[in-house]
């Protein structure tokens, strides 16, 4: 059973940085494009990031300069680094493939405010 778990969200001010993790299991991680995706309240959920098995990364360009997704196979993560934050970046994250969807994980609130 394929589980993703996020974590690392929280209230944050603008300019503020934050790092979110997701954990993956039943899944063989290192075969699959992995993606940040962010849902905010009234929208559609968008993929804002995404990077390939051999660490190819590519974004959105509301975020590109200010996001960094990375990845360890051998652990089965995937991570976002978010940098200078922005109201509108206002979410609740989720990760997930990009080719091949899993179930979604419960995702991780991220509430940029000050």
């Known amino acids: 059973q394929v589980q993703l778990v996020e974590s690392g969200g929280g209230l944050v001010q603008p300019g503020g940085s934050l790092r979110l993790s997701c954990a993956a299991s039943g899944i063989v991680f290192r075969y699959h494009i992995m993606g940040w995706y962010r849902q905010a309240p009234g929208k559609q959920r968008e993929r804002v990031a995404e990077?390939?098995?051999?660490?190819?990364?590519n974004y959105v360009d509301s975020v590109k300069g200010r996001f960094t997704i990375s990845r360890d196979n051998a652990k089965n993560a995937v991570y976002l680094q978010m940098n200078n934050l922005k109201p509108e970046d206002t979410a609740v994250y989720y990760c997930?493939?990009?080719?091949?969807?899993?179930?979604w994980g419960q995702g991780t609130q991220v509430t940029v405010s000050s």
């Open positions: 990077t390939t098995p051999s660490g190819n990364t």
């Open positions: 997930n493939g990009v080719n091949l969807f899993f179930t």
